[in-house]
């Protein structure tokens, strides 16, 4: 406080004094304002360092790696999870770059767009590392880093999130073979079924009655539908595996394909008194893979027949030549359709719609997502459009014949 | 004179269900459990076509047709590959061998083997 200024002073007049204690008071004042504001701004400060204590304590407990590097890529951060998973400490990596620690494993090629990406488009990037533990161990990281920008859109610091998904991947692995494996070996037992029900059903010596031979019936259709979701099962676990479709392409007649599958539905497109409109041109050939493409008809016109009430159509068409060497082959129906909300999920593994679900019970969600895979191996792409209630029109492109 | 088939495979059960289809349809029917004996039985009656098995206990369907095409007798006989795998690259390596066909045993009626094999050489 400022000291006290006494009232009478020998020498000065009572105005000079008034003067004088008027410029002490103000200046008093002043020291005051200061004195609160600096306790203010002291209690502000200490409330920002526990707030930064805060964050840095959930930062260095956080279960994922993180990791701050400046602009050049140099670490200045790396938190516990990141000690402890790496095996490096925090001393040893301040300072260095990742690809003097864990990282460097991977191709050129593929450190150039991560590099793009962060630092030239400034946008988040996703990936996934193989990188190698101080030990030398070796793990696979999902990471993401993004850049953090100053008020000029200049880089401050790169901030990178990895989580060590080793374990997942092998877990995911194993699953995948153990399908394969599984469906290898259902499909001896479930082709006995197939052959000795065929061997009763012809029944050549007339020695079953109708009873009898529906039973078999049954039979045979339990099998075929098993003997498909084996199929399906074996498709799906070559697609994760990573393991692409085999394309065997050749030229071939669409019509001829699509016959085979018509012929394949004819039971239900009878007893629905269906009309079936094919309007493919006769003389369209297309180049890919026969097996696979009657895989991805058969799935769309069966859907089709399934999907579509009695006495309604069914359109088959082709828009012959995109002009860039693909043909848009496609299959309308007049079916339940696909309820908006659910139609962005509908090539989902194992997804089927609501309505789908009421009407065919047994469906395994598996076909679109095949037929797109394989489609998708050929260069091509398959989409829909859908209303509720009014039907649906799915499309592919489809390499055709290059003459 | 009855055409000949050699059918190599080693579940009994589906050996039984198959040649009993060929022996209706007229066919003189050859049965062998694994590759060698496989080979062995195609030597002994050539056949005028072999049904072959991939996975096979000794010797299997694929070394079999390697050792068939090493022969003199064996190197043109017409072979289809009878598989439990869609493995593209057995797949592959069996037609490279020249067999002309494979199809996945599942996926087939006997009716429409028979009709493939009487495709290829008559009855």
Known sequence: MPAKISNSVPGISAGELDKTKDVYRSLQEKLEYLFDSLAREKINLELQMIEAKKFRLAVDSASDNIVITDAMGTIFYINKATEKNTGFTFDEAVGKNPKELWGGHMPKEYYAEMWNTIKVKKEVFVGQFDNVRKNGEKYI?????????????????????????????????????????????????????????????????????????????????????????????????????????EIKKVDFKVNDVLQEVLTENISLIKTKALNIVNKIPDNLLIFADYVKIRQVLSNLVSNATKYTPETKDVVIGALPDDGKGFTIISVADQ???????????????????????IQEPNGTGLGLYIAREIIRAHGGEMWFESEENKGTVFSFSIPIKIN | MRKKILIVEDDVLLVKAISYEFEQENFEVFTAGNGEDGL???????????????????????????????????KDMLVIMLTNYSDEQRVLEALSQKAFYYLVKSDWDLSQIVAKVKEKIGQ
Do not use: C
């Open chain 1, 335 to 357: 079916g339940i359709g696909i309820p908006a909300p659910q139609q962005s999920r509908l090539f989902e593994k194992f997804f089927r719609a609501d309505n789908a679900r």
């Open chain 1, 141 to 245: 990281a999902a990471v993401d880093i993004s850049s953090v920008l100053d008020e000029y859109g200049e880089i401050l610091f790169f901030v990178s999130i990895e989580r060590d998904i080793t374990r997942e991947m092998d877990i995911e692995r194993m699953k995948d073979e153990f399908v394969g494996l599984a469906s290898h070996q259902l499909r001896t037992p479930l082709t006995g079924i197939r052959w000795f029900s065929e061997l009763l059903l012809r029944n050549k010596y007339q020695n079953l009655n109708e009873e009898q031979l529906n039973f078999l019936e049954q039979i045979k259709i339990s099998n075929q539908r098993m003997i498909k979701l084996v199929n399906e099962l074996l498709d799906i676990s070559h697609i994760e595996t990573g393991q692409k479709f």
């Open chain 2, 40 to 74: 062995a039985m195609a030597e002994q009656h050539l056949p005028d076509l072999i049904l072959a098995d991939i996975n096979m206990p000794k010797m299997d369907g694929l070394a079999m047709l390697k050792a068939l095409r090493a022969t003199e007798w064996g």
